[in-house]
């Protein structure tokens, strides 16, 4: 609300103003013989002009309306009101002006502007008070008027609804308007900190606090998740900077007290070998043990097995001491060896009691995987012999004989299935693979050289079939008797070997020995798959070593037999 007369919070009536003609105010002034309180200082109350007639009484052709103001001691004084519309204002003419005390002279009557329809207000009462009486300083105002010295009190704030309209502007944003960012901490905080202190001190009330602590933690949350942003990228940007170019987590050193054994499956590369090791507590990553085997010469060597290493290990020192044969704990399988010797070596290995590795043969050797059709009939003498593939094998303290037999017999099962064992069997003229088996023993412990294990075969068929008048299916090798005796003589009387009626001696039993008299190799059964057919139906080792020769006639044999007695002192 606009305080008429205080000199305060009012902007002066312009002197064009076009409500009063072209006289305007000054010309109003000059007849009434006053100053303009507009021309000097601003006063605490301005003087009310005279104009002619018109005197605080009621005036026509102004709806017979009268106002009131207040002077500084209270005193009531009442003014004829200008409350009429525009439209009154079109009706009076140049000789009410003069009635009203207005000089014409020098000057006419204007007819006021018509409204602006684009004014909102050009329809509403052009001056203050036009429609309503002012209560101001009336028991009837609010707020009421206040004894000099006290401030006016703070309008209540009804709960659940805004603050009301502003005591000094008279503004009220609504119940549902909240304060705009800029006004509510958006900007400067010393700034809102001033104007709150301030504020509190000239209404009485304790000083708001500062905003700054909203701004604040709004502040630290943003930093926190951008740094924490920046802290994800960082880190991925290294690990993948590490992944991509940096060197290899890494242990140094020879490795820790501590012993471990590794076993590395037959066609294992670098990384499954590095893999298994890292997994193992040996090397720190098995990127670095790839690297590490490709600096190192012959570190693309290692073979499969079981290696006894170091925990906490550098990859190269893991690797130089796997290609040491001090560090590798397996067993060995040659071609053509027997299980019993198998059986002495796994016990070994496994530091375990001698004989242990064969009483687990006697009891689970069904439960090993064993082909279906593998005789174990009270003839064979060992039901694995001829099943435990030649190969490297992992064998370390702590291991179980039977798993290690058990990865033997998977492997030679595997092996047999691929050369088509049953079906090769038949054209060969066997009865099963089970006697192929054998077959490919016979010509690996018989043969010396590779070029020697077809012919070989050759004469193990020859011999066998029914027509041979030659040794009357008799195979008469020794080393069939040298397997039931467990040696490998090389000279054997005939009075002994004559003298033994058991199955495995051939040369007093026809036909096949019971089951394979050792364990074959890939070459020794490839030959026994693709015998010559020369005919070939004798050998001797001339030399009594390396050097057999192969005879198709008894005359032939005798020959090679004398050859044989001669180098040997016979």
């Known amino acids: 609300m606009t305080e008429y007369g205080r000199g305060s919070g009012s902007e002066p009536w312009h002197p064009e103003d076009p409500l009063f003609g072209d006289g305007g105010w000054r010309g109003q002034q000059a007849n009434a013989g006053q100053q303009s309180p507009y021309d000097g200082q601003a006063q605490q109350q301005y003087p009310q002009p005279q104009y002619g007639d018109w005197t605080q009484g009621q ?3 102004y709806d017979q309306q009268q106002y009131q103001y207040y002077d500084e001691q209270g005193q009531t004084h009442y003014a004829g009101q200008n409350a009429g519309q525009n439209q009154q204002y079109a009706a009076h003419t140049q000789q009410q002006y003069q009635q009203g005390g207005w000089d014409a002279t020098g000057t006419h009557g204007h007819v006021p502007y018509a409204p602006d329809p684009g004014d909102p207000y050009g329809q509403q009462p052009v001056a203050y008070g036009g429609e309503l009486p002012d209560f101001y300083g009336t028991e009837d105002a609010y707020p009421p008027p206040q004894p000099p010295g006290r401030r006016r009190p703070e309008p209540e704030t009804v709960p659940g609804q805004g603050p009301g309209p502003d005591p000094e502007t008279g503004w009220d944003p609504g119940e549902d308007q909240g304060e705009h960012a800029f006004f509510a901490g958006g900007g400067d ?9 301030r504020s509190g001190e000239r209404r009485g009330k304790k000083p708001v606090k500062s905003k ?3 701004t604040g933690c709004a502040c630290m949350v943003v930093v926190l998740v951008f740094g924490g942003g920046l802290g994800g990228v960082g880190y991925f940007g290294y690990k993948f900077y590490q992944n991509r170019f940096g060197a290899a987590p890494d242990y140094t050193g ?3 007290n501590e012993a471990v054994t590794v076993e590395i499956p037959k066609g294992a590369g670098g990384w499954e070998i590095g893999r298994r090791l890292q997994e193992a507590g040996v090397v720190k990553s098995a990127d670095a043990f790839v690297h590490a085997q490709g600096q190192i010469p012959r570190g693309n060597t290692l073979q499969a097995g079981a290696y006894l290493l170091k925990k906490e290990m550098s990859a190269a020192s893991a690797v130089e001491l796997m290609l040491d044969p001090k560090s590798q704990s397996n067993v060995l399988v040659k071609p053509g060896e027997r299980n019993a010797e198998v059986y002495q070596a796994i ?15 006697k009891t689970s ?5 064993l082909p279906s059709w593998v005789r174990s009939d009270g003839e064979v003498r060992d039901p694995l012999e001829g099943f435990l593939f030649p190969g490297t094998y992992p064998a370390a303290k702590g291991m179980k004989p039977d798993a290690i037999l058990k990865q033997m017999v998977t492997e030679a099962k595997s092996k047999y299935a691929a050369f088509d064992l049953q079906a090769k069997a038949k054209a060969l003229g066997m009865d099963n693979a089970f006697q192929l088996v054998t077959v490919a023993s016979l010509v690996q412990a018989e043969g010396k050289t590779h070029d020697d294990f077809r012919k070989m075969a050759e004469v193990v068929y020859n011999r066998l079939k029914p027509t041979n008048t030659e040794t009357n299916q008799l195979l008469q090798f020794d080393s069939t008797y040298n397997y039931l005796k467990g040696t490998s003589n ?14 495995y001696n051939t040369y007093t039993h026809k036909g096949l020995p019971p089951g394979p008299i050792g364990n074959p190799g890939d070459e020794a059964m490839k030959a026994a798959l693709n015998p010559t057919h020369d005919g070939w139906i004798y050998f001797v080792a001339t030399d009594g070593t390396t050097n057999t020769e192969f005879a198709k006639t008894y005359a032939e044999f005798q020959q090679l037999k004398d050859k044989f007695n001669a180098s040997s002192g016979n």
């Open 347 to 361: 016990d070994k290995q496994l530091d375990v009691a001698a004989g242990t590795t064969q009483k687990v043969v």
């Open 365 to 369: 050797y069904k439960s090993l995987g």
């Open 490 to 503: 090389i000279h054997i009387s005939e009075k002994e070997i004559n003298g033994n009626r058991n199955p």
């Open 212 to 214: 700054k602590r909203r």
């Open 254 to 256: 020879d490795g820790t």
């Open 59 to 61: 005036q026509p052709g």
């Open 189 to 197: 905080d010393e700034d809102d900190d001033e104007a709150e202190s």
